[in-house]
T-cell receptor, first 111, second 113 residues
Framework: QQKVQQSPESLTVSEGAMASLNCTFS??????FRWYRQHSAKGLEVLVS????GEKEEGRFTAHLNRANLHVSLHIREPQPSDSAVYLC???????????FGSGTQLTVMP | EAGVTQSPRYAVLQEGQAVSFWCDPI?????LYWYQQPRDQGPQLLVY????????NSQLPSDRFSAVRPKGTNSTLKIQSAKQGDTATYLC???????????FGEGSKLTVL
């Protein structure tokens, strides 16, 4: 059974400073990785999807994937207070349509 | 293009009562998912459909939970005899078969007193 873990549980950064979030997964055959953002009482907004080792940038959001280390990270450049939200990592295993989520990182961006 | 629509947005029940949540996916998306998200946790898959067929319902918590998608479009998730432990947000998502991307509704927040 795929296990997805995120760290840290919460993170506070100042406006404009880089924010870095981490996600580890247990199944090395995983091939589909997504980062979502969830504002309070709102649905999930996909930020970036990555399918191969390396880096994928979508605006201010950059994902780094290293499948050998079972690790995917999200870096937020120049975060703003409106970026304050829960960030969720989600992983799909090859051959499955199931998306398995981590428990999230609560990001707070201070003005 | 309309997104995934869920209703009701909020429900408050006493233990033992029943509730139904409704989901209208994005038109043309053949795969539909229901997730349960307890407070301060990530979403956990309950059940998913392709068209009207249940692909996997093994993670429905108990026989108090049921889900249907009779015409392969809208779906209903029903909880009978609700318990306090069912307190959570119930998220519906539909999948774009071309990109594999999941699109989520805003969720139905359930509180069981």
């Amino acid at each position: 059974q795929q296990k997805v873990q995120q760290s840290p549980e919460s993170l506070t950064v100042s406006e404009g400073a880089m924010a870095s979030l981490n996600c580890t997964f247990s199944d090395g055959t995983s091939n589909n990785f997504r980062w979502y953002r969830q504002h309070s009482a709102k649905g999930l907004e996909v930020l970036v999807s990555i399918f191969s080792d390396g880096e994928k940038e979508e605006g201010r959001f950059t994902a780094h994937l290293n499948r050998a280390n079972l690790h995917v990270s999200l870096h937020i450049r120049e975060p703003q207070p409106s970026d304050s939200a829960v960030y969720l990592c989600a992983v799909t295993t090859s051959g499955s349509w199931q998306l398995i989520f981590g428990s999230g990182t609560q990001l707070t961006v201070m003005p | 293009e309309a997104g995934v629509t869920q209703s009701p947005r909020y429900a408050v029940l006493q233990e033992g009562q029943a509730v139904s949540f409704w989901c209208d996916p994005i038109s043309g998306h053949d795969t539909l998912y229901w997730y349960q998200q307890p407070r301060d946790q990530g979403p956990q898959l309950l059940v998913y459909f392709r068209d009207e067929a249940v692909i996997d319902n093994s993670q429905l918590p108990s026989d108090r939970f049921s889900a249907v998608r009779p015409k392969g479009t809208n779906s209903t998730l029903k909880i009978q005899s609700a318990k306090q432990g069912d307190t959570a947000t119930y998220l519906c998502a539909s999948r774009d078969s071309l990109t594999g991307q999941l699109y989520f509704g805003e969720g139905s927040k359930l509180t069981v007193l």
